[in-house]
């Protein structure tokens, strides 16, 4: 019905950059808020970032300042830029949205894995 793909994981040094991409696709009405989770070896998933249908943003407090949700509403699409990364920041990250089918229900990528090396 909607899926969500997400690109642009990979393996960074530490100090170093990736962006993100999730696209949506399905039979969408529209996309309220649009988030990205990630989940470390061992650790629960956990919010990092998100961005509402009006384009209000919220961080968790570990990636303020260096990460930057944004998205493209005609795309469908959000962003996550990742800079200066940290080993901690090694996890799988997963794509979360809000969206109206008009039912409105919640759904998840499939994950994407950004490993950094120290």
């Known amino acids: 019905q909607v899926q969500l793909v997400e690109s642009g994981g990979g393996l960074v040094q530490a100090g170093g950059s990736l962006r993100l991409s999730c696209a949506a696709s399905?039979?969408?009405?529209?996309?309220?808020?649009m988030d990205w989770y990630r989940q470390g070896p061992g650790k629960q998933r956990e919010l990092v970032a998100g961005i509402t249908g009006i384009g209000s943003t919220y961080y968790a407090d570990s990636v303020k300042g260096r990460f930057t949700i944004s998205r493209e509403n005609a795309k469908n699409t959000v962003y996550l830029q990742m800079n200066s990364l940290k080993p901690e920041d090694t996890a799988v990250y997963y794509c979360?949205?809000?969206?109206?089918?008009?039912?409105?229900?919640?759904?998840w990528g499939q994950g994407t894995q950004v490993t950094v090396s120290s």
């Open positions: 399905g039979r969408i009405v529209s996309i309220n808020a």
């Open positions: 979360h949205a809000d969206v109206y089918t008009p039912r409105r229900d919640d759904y």
